[in-house]
């Protein structure tokens, strides 16, 4: 874990990705940009050949626009539309977050994805192994530049920590289907809401709102009209909570009855 500072002096715990996570999510993204590119630049050199205006000077000038429309554009935009992730992310469970462990912007995607060439592809990806090995927390040069951060979403679920449900959410939450939020994102929920009553009230409301839109398109049917965002986040966690207590409690209900049945069999089986 790695203890980070809000822009209110709020300590929020976050894990950030391993190095080798961030290998293996950066090769994938390599292969699927690498793909893509030999995709679009044949498909375009094939349509080109066959008109009269077809030249190397042509194919070299395209060659290039679509390296920098795959490995820049690309990603900056997926990143931007995905709150973090990319296809590498998506497969290891990794998120790009902003240093005070907010959402990361288009400015902050296309920054680390113009360095993204030059420190990987350019370099081989030894500038940002290198960056990364000396960095407590395996950053690379994109994401100093950029003020991000790579964490690790498939964190475990701090059930110790109890948040109350508010009461006229209640009926929604027993209805909702919250099944898709991913855990990454439902531990910095818990982290907000542990740490909202020291925060100043524009911020406090600014990241509830924030944390709000993120959760929303995992959660069905919407929250009633009028839902306060810091409410909404409440109802999701403790609904996250209660739904854990009874899948456990229900797994030792059932592995009691196996160990009941099995006691009686005969040969001590």
Known sequence: MSTIMTGEAVPLQLRPAALIARAGSCAIDFVAIQGLWLVLFFSANWLLERSADWNMMLATSLALMLQVFCAVLIPATVETLTRGRSLGKFVLGLRVVRDDGGAIRFRHAFLRAMLWVFEVLAMGGALAALVGLVSPQSKRIGDYLAGTMAVAERTPRAASRHVVMPPRLAAWARLADISAIPPGLSHRVLQFL???PRMRPEARL???????????????????????????????????????????SRAERIGAGFRARTSRLPHGL
Do not use: K
Not at 209 to 234: N, R, S
């Open 194 to 196: 542990t740490s909202a």
């Open 206 to 248: 600014h990241m509830a709102i924030q944390l709000a839109d993120e959760v929303t398109p995992y959660t069905a049917p919407a929250p009633p009209a009028g839902t306060h965002p810091e409410e909404f986040l409440a109802a999701v966690s403790a609904s996250i909570r209660e739904r854990e207590i009874e899948r456990r």
